[in-house]
């Protein structure tokens, strides 16, 4: 699959087969992450990796759309320093996009499906995953092969994205 294929036709996947994660794909999806472009190479991040059922099911409630993670075979949390620190740049969490954009794209490729989960919960995510009281987790993303393996190749719908003549600017607005 090229780059531009996976760019293309890459859904949100919600509903995963009840199926682990083979190691080296794991492995390939963090490596991607890892592998990121990073303001000043500073890579402000850390991942960590949830595969338990029952913590899988805790973790939907660091948020009101996250009832995914319960049915991923792995969850992603990614974790930076606080970006609502004095002294963090806003650079942190362009960065973090990077990485997770990476990690899903590569899922992708592999026959994965993926979907974020914004954190509402900030306690109980620092709660349930360990991290330390200076940094933060915003998103976990979920992974999992899809429940319905037809995702991976079904056409895109007819009007699914803003047409670039409506985004795009010349050199000026």
Same mark, same amino acid.
């Given at each position: ?67 995914? =993670?319960?049915? +991923? $075979?792995?969850?992603?949390? @990614? &974790? ?8 963090? %740049? *806003?650079? !942190?969490?362009?960065? =973090?996009?990077? +990485? $997770?954009?990476?990690?899903? @794209? &590569? ?8 979907? %974020? *989960?914004? !954190? ?54």
């Amino acid at each position: 699959m090229s780059v531009w294929d996976a760019v293309a036709h890459k859904r949100v996947v919600r509903r995963f087969a009840d199926r682990p994660l083979e190691p080296d794909h794991l492995v390939r999806i963090l490596n991607a992450g890892r592998r990121a472009a990073s303001s000043k190479n500073l890579q402000r991040w850390q991942f960590i990796v949830c595969r338990d059922r029952d913590h899988l099911a805790e973790l939907t409630r660091v948020g009101p759309w996250a009832d995914h =993670l319960a049915g +991923a $075979a792995v969850a992603i949390a @990614l &974790v930076t320093p606080d970006p609502a620190a004095a002294d963090s %740049p *806003a650079s !942190v969490m362009f960065d =973090l996009g990077m +990485a $997770a954009g990476n990690m899903m @794209l &590569v899922a992708w490729e592999l026959g994965i499906g993926s979907v %974020p *989960a914004t !954190v509402y919960e900030q306690d109980l995510a620092r709660q349930l995953l360990g991290y330390p009281e200076d940094h933060h987790c915003e998103y976990l993303l979920s992974f999992g092969y899809p429940a319905d393996p037809d995702i991976l190749t079904r056409p895109n719908k007819a009007g699914g994205r803003v047409a670039l003549a409506d985004i795009l600017h010349d050199e000026r607005w």
